[in-house]
T-cell receptor
């Protein structure tokens, strides 16, 4: 039972264009969402997060959008740069189900083409 | 500051052997997490500790897996006996306190191959 799903295993985008990574979840109790970025042979690193009381959070080139009614969130990267090529994981947690427990998706491999 | 340290970085063993993975969290971090990454299931939480006490081990796949945290600066994940399906990358992560919603800091992982 995959509670957090990233249905696109890979995505290829031209440098300078917008990258949009998508994530869907099934557990309506999730109230905090995070994106992590992972380079080969390294551990994931935190990128950006959003609480369920918001629908948008922005940090530089990265913006996360949350649509609670659709149980969907997305990460926008604009403009995309070659260094953004990595695997991106979406994660979620629920305050009343152990807020420290992060449930991760399978990841999306983003490739930025020069 | 040193990040989360894991050893070994790579482990190749034969089916039936005992495997021990080690983790040193970031100094001052009170919570420690063990994850497993596979192609099919992505990143799965196996177990986590707060102040050296196991809080939730519901992600541990079966009794062959065990984890300990004897002190604030060291944790082990043991698989005995190991099986080929245990082949994966195992990550350790820590975060500063038991408060909710702190980001977790991951180590570089241990790539385990069981032949």
């Amino acid at each position: 039972d995959q509670q957090v799903k990233q249905n696109s295993p890979s995505l290829s985008v031209q440098e300078g264009r917008i990258s949009i990574l998508n994530c869907d979840y099934t557990n309506s109790m999730f109230d905090y969402f995070l994106w992590y970025k992972k380079y080969p042979a390294e551990g994931p690193t935190f990128l950006i997060s959003i609480s369920s009381i918001k629908d948008k959070n922005e940090d530089g080139r990265f913006t996360v959008f949350l649509n609670k009614s659709a149980k969907h969130l997305s990460l926008h990267i604009v403009p995309s740069q070659p260094g953004d090529s990595a695997v991106y994981f979406c994660a979620a947690s629920a305050r009343n189900q152990g807020a420290q427990k992060l449930v991760f998706g399978q990841g999306t491999r983003l490739t930025i083409n020069p | 500051d040193a990040g989360v340290i894991q050893s070994p970085r790579h482990e190749v063993t034969e089916m039936g052997q005992e495997v021990t993975l080690r983790c040193k969290p970031i100094s001052g971090h009170n919570s420690l997490f063990w994850y497993r990454q596979t192609m099919m299931r992505g990143l799965e939480l196996l177990i986590y500790f707060n102040n050296n006490v196991p809080i939730d081990d519901s992600g541990m796949p079966e009794d062959r897996f065990s984890a300990k945290m004897p002190n604030a600066s060291f944790s082990t994940l043991k698989i005995q006996p190991s099986e080929p399906r245990d082949s994966a990358v195992y990550f350790c992560a820590s975060n500063p306190s038991g408060r909710s919603y702190n980001e977790q800091f991951f180590g570089p992982g241990t790539r385990l191959t069981v032949l």
